[in-house]
């Protein structure tokens, strides 16, 4: 594994173990030239997925991109980055166990949005937000109306 402080192309590993979810291996490594200390995941990867966007355009699947939209969803919520470390992982397993090399982006939102609702309501609205590309209060109130997220008992002021 490369060394990502110096690029040497060499380093060593000094500990291994399985991630919180089993998913994954997380390895410590040290690089023999700078003594840089670095973190690497190894995963399993049935196959190579590609995403059609909307406009047809054709997109290699990006676990980090995933990873990245979820976590702006989240972000000052009270959420554990570890319950979204293993949705992202049962996303990804999820897309992979579909049996398609290219699954439409819509796909992926969908999984997305439904791993969020049981998960934080605030964080599904925001990311629906984007999702369906609310521009107006109106967008949220039709959502919030149709998802019976605002259901709950009135405010007694």
Do not use: W
Not at 13 to 31: N, T
Not at 54 to 59: D, I, N, Q
Not at 118 to 125: E, F, R, S, T
């Amino acid at each position: 594994m490369r060394c990502p402080f110096c690029g040497h192309a060499e380093s060593q590993v000094k500990d291994s173990r399985p991630s919180e979810d089993g998913a994954s291996i997380r390895r410590r490594r040290l690089c023999p030239e700078c003594g840089g200390r670095f973190t690497t995941f190894e995963r399993v990867q049935l196959r190579e997925l590609t995403i059609v966007k909307r406009s047809g355009r054709r997109t290699p699947f990006d676990r980090e991109k995933l990873v990245r939209s979820i976590s702006i969803a989240t972000r000052k919520r009270p959420v554990d980055p570890e319950r979204v470390e293993r949705m992202v992982n049962a996303i990804t397993r999820q897309l992979e166990s579909q049996g398609e090399t290219e699954l439409p982006s819509s796909v992926v939102g969908e999984l997305v949005m439904k791993s969020l609702k049981a998960l934080d309501d605030v964080a599904y609205v925001r990311y629906a937000s984007v999702y369906r590309d609310f521009r107006e209060t109106e967008d949220f109130a039709r959502f919030l109306g149709q998802e019976g997220l605002n259901d709950g008992p009135e405010d007694e002021r």
